[in-house]
């Protein structure tokens, strides 16, 4: 073996013992840290609620109670009714169960766009660094709801994997010039030069060197993307941008109810109540995770 090789696999072995390290100390930080553990035990509950929730309900998703319309919280139904009689305990189940799942496919959408266009702008500078930075930099300028409202009556019928596809293509820029940033002072690490020595593929470097030494930046991100992804769908959902029936989440149950939520408070405030406790929930594992990666933090021991 050359002494480049050997070079190499000396400086590899150090980066995956030093982040193999790091991430246990991590483990044990945020496992000590109380409203990381509160956090993720909401996370659990909530989840563990969504899916199995929906098994226990006396009732199915497209049930009607032709006797009970808009009627209070009862033995039949936990929840109450809604405008058709159907049953909102199921409604809310199932709309939690969706924003959950918009949450997180947005928010790794989101963190996946964000790293390759960061990385590549960073690694490569020049002609490529300043396409993809004027690329960003227009999609930072460009209104969201005028750009929702000239898509909106094309996608409106695609479903709600099109609707994640929409809220990653406005949430990605931020985060893409942060990783461009911390790519430019990383590309010129021992051992991304080692790699490159050795003859290593550009595109290799990246994604086997660069991106996975800037985990803990991509990892803070997705998590408090999660929450804003959930209040993105919220917001658009009032507005009538969201997901369409047959589709429900707590975004379009919200903006049903919010119009009748003065008569009929249970046909709002369920679903409210569970957004809250969702997105606070999700900045409470945020903020831990920052706050343990982050070396200036006054939280961190």
């Not at 429900?248 to 109540?273: D, K, Y």
């Amino acid at each position: 073996m050359s002494m480049s090789a050997e070079r190499e696999a000396v400086a590899s072995d150090a980066a995956v013992v030093e982040i193999s390290g790091r991430w246990a100390s991590l483990a044990r930080e945020l496992l000590a840290t109380r409203r990381v553990v509160i956090g993720l035990a909401i996370i659990v509950a909530l989840i563990a609620m969504a899916w199995l929730g929906p098994l226990f309900s006396p009732w199915e998703f497209d049930e009607r109670d032709f006797t009970a319309f808009r009627s209070p919280p009862s033995a039949d139904h936990w929840f109450g009714t809604g405008n058709t009689g159907r049953d909102i305990f199921h409604l809310t189940m199932v709309g939690l169960q969706k924003s959950i799942l918009i949450g997180l496919c947005a928010a790794l959408a989101t963190t996946v766009i964000a790293a390759l266009v960061g990385a590549f702008a960073g690694y490569y500078l020049g002609f490529t660094d300043r396409a993809l930075m004027w690329f960003t930099d227009l999609f930072l300028v460009l209104p969201q709801f005028l750009i929702l409202a000239i898509l909106y009556p094309v996608l409106r019928d695609q479903g709600w994997v099109v609707f994640v596809l929409l809220l990653a293509s406005l949430m990605w820029m931020v985060t893409a010039k942060m990783v461009r940033g911390m790519t430019i002072s990383l590309k010129e690490r021992e051992y991304v030069l080692a790699a490159r020595f050795m003859g290593v593929s550009h595109g290799r470097i990246i994604l086997r060197h660069i991106l996975p030494n800037m985990s803990s930046l991509l990892i803070v991100d997705a998590t408090i993307n999660v929450s804003s992804a959930i209040i993105l769908e919220t917001a658009l959902s009032y507005f009538g941008f969201g997901v369409q029936p047959p589709d429900v989440t707590l975004g379009s149950l919200i903006a049903e109810g919010a119009r009748q939520a003065l008569a009929f408070p249970w046909t709002f405030w369920f679903c409210t109540g569970l957004l809250i406790v969702l997105v606070l929930a999700v900045n409470l594992v945020g903020d831990g995770l920052r706050d343990a990666l982050d070396p200036h933090s006054k939280s961190r021991t």
